[in-house]
Structures are given as structure tokens and as C-alpha cells.
């Protein structure tokens, strides 16, 4: 069967209650119309698995969607909080949100142990911070060899990575370029893979930082232009930063966040 499908056909066959879900894109490429394909199939009690879950997943949150967060960093980017999120860990609303945080070092290398199937990766980090004391899946380790205690943090696999990119071939690999963040490690770590393209080529005229990913890594792909909006899409659109700015009023309070999602065709 062919791996071009719809978003819609792409969510309902590949993402189901209960599963944990990466999306990853760093500022640049993140899958914004993958996420609200999610909220108005109206999957819940997903682990939200990402790096930076600022708009993306404040929305997901606010939407129910989500019973647990595990990520390296939260805010909107120069603005300041994620109001839903808040709104989730402090009341409860719209439940009560679990949630696991790392550093970005430690949730990157989570990733890679993942992706080369190893139960956990080592690295120098967390010592002197509380992090060991309230982070599940990460831990102290003396090293065999020069006996230094190092950190160990579990090997993390997701059930679905969904990531956007510019462009995929009809043989289905996929190609992104510019800031590419944790795509890669996401994606090989996954048991199953969405990407949303910008266009489908005949053949990709790659750049000197131009990532491949195979296609027999990728479960589905959709043609889904405009993707990453609100987010840039390096050689396609620009970031709205106007949008990052109005998000603060929208999300401030629960009434004018549902009417958001009234609005945006999310919820009826």
C-alpha cells in the first residue's frame, strides 16, 4: 500500500489513545496541522514527547489530549508562559498533566539511545542539580573504566514521531533542510513514523546541511502545505511572529481558548 496519505488518514491509521507521541522540529519545521489534525480526531491520554513544547503542544494540552509531558524546555518563544499548560499542571484543566523534564542534553541523548537501540546513553550532565532526584529515567552510573560517576538516562521510543520536512521524493524518503533540531534520533527511535512535506519531487537538489531520512524509516507521509505555520519552513515562509504574540491573549483564559478552537475548526 501506498505510504501517500491524506493527514487525516495518516493520524487515524498511526496514532491512537495512549500513545506516546514525539513531534519534534527546533523553531523551524514544526508539524502545527499534524497537531491539530490530532486534536479535532480528538485523540486522548497521549504522552507528548518534545524538546521545546511551546504553541504546538500548549494546544494539545488546552485540548485534552494529553495526560503527560515529558520535555527539556517550556514557553512561548520571546513572549513568555504557555497558559494552558500552566492552567494543566496547577488546576488540573482541562486533567491533570504528569510531567517529566530533562535538559536538552539529556532528552536529546534519550533520543539517540532509542534510535541505536540501546536501553540507555551516558553523558556528563544533571550532576548538581535536583533533576536526578525528581526525573524518572535518569540516574548516576560509575564508569567501569575510569571510575567517574557519569549520568545514565533510559533509551526513550516513542510509539510515533511525527515531524515536518520540505520535501519527499515518490519513492517516499524525506528531505529537510536548516535548523533540523532532533528529527533524525525522533524518527529512527520511533516504532512508526508521520511526515507532513511541504511538495513531492521527482528528485531532492540536496544542500550541504540537507538531512535525508529513507524511506523505509517513514510510515506515511502527507502533502500538507503551509505544515509548519505558524513556525518557518526554511526556502518556503517565514515565522509569523505575529501569531506567537497573539497566542498569549488567546490561551490566557479557558473561554477564549475554546473559542479558538471553535474557530480554527478544531472542535465544533
Excluded at 497537531?35 to 507528548?48: D, K, M, S, V
Excluded at 533509551?155 to 514521531?161: G, I, R, Y
Excluded at 505558524?230 to 504574540?245: C, G, H, K, T, V
Amino acid at each position: 500500500m501506498s505510504k501517500f496519505k491524506s493527514i487525516a488518514e495518516a493520524i487515524k491509521e498511526h496514532v491512537h489513545d495512549g500513545n506516546t507521541i514525539a513531534m519534534e522540529g527546533f523553531t523551524h519545521l514544526i508539524p502545527f496541522a499534524a497537531a491539530h489534525e490530532i486534536i479535532r480526531q480528538g485523540l486522548r491520554n497521549l504522552t507528548l514527547v518534545r524538546m521545546t513544547p511551546d504553541l504546538i503542544y500548549d494546544q494539545m494540552i488546552g485540548a485534552g489530549c494529553a495526560s503527560k509531558l515529558i520535555f527539556s524546555w517550556g514557553g512561548n518563544p520571546g513572549v513568555g508562559s504557555l497558559n494552558r499548560f500552566r492552567d494543566a499542571v496547577q488546576n488540573g484543566w482541562p486533567n491533570k498533566l504528569e510531567i517529566e523534564e530533562h535538559t536538552h542534553a539529556g532528552l536529546s541523548n534519550r533520543y539517540l539511545a532509542g534510535a541505536t537501540g540501546l536501553p540507555f546513553a551516558v553523558m556528563r550532565g544533571y550532576q548538581g542539580t535536583d533533576l536526578l532526584a525528581q526525573t524518572s529515567n535518569v540516574d548516576s552510573v560509575i564508569c567501569p573504566f575510569t571510575g567517574e560517576r557519569i549520568t545514565a538516562v533510559a533509551a526513550l521510543n516513542p510509539d510515533v514521531t511525527i515531524i515536518h520536512a520540505q520535501q519527499a521524493d515518490r519513492k517516499g524518503n524525506i528531505c529537510l533542510w536548516g535548523i533540523t533540531g532532533v528529527q533524525k534520533e525522533a524518527a529512527l527511535a520511533a516504532n512508526r513514523v508521520i511526515v507532513t512535506v511541504e511538495e513531492i519531487v521527482d528528485t531532492f537538489n540536496t544542500r550541504s546541511n540537507s538531512l535525508v531520512i529513507p524511506s523505509f524509516v517513514v510510515s506515511a507521509i502527507a502533502h500538507v502545505p503551509n505544515g509548519a505555520i505558524p513556525s518557518y519552513a526554511l526556502d518556503y515562509y517565514p515565522r509569523d511572529n505575529e501569531a506567537y504574540i497573539a497566542w498569549n491573549a488567546i490561551s490566557k483564559e479557558r473561554e477564549s481558548f475554546e473559542a479558538w478552537l471553535v474557530s480554527e475548526g478544531l472542535r465544533s
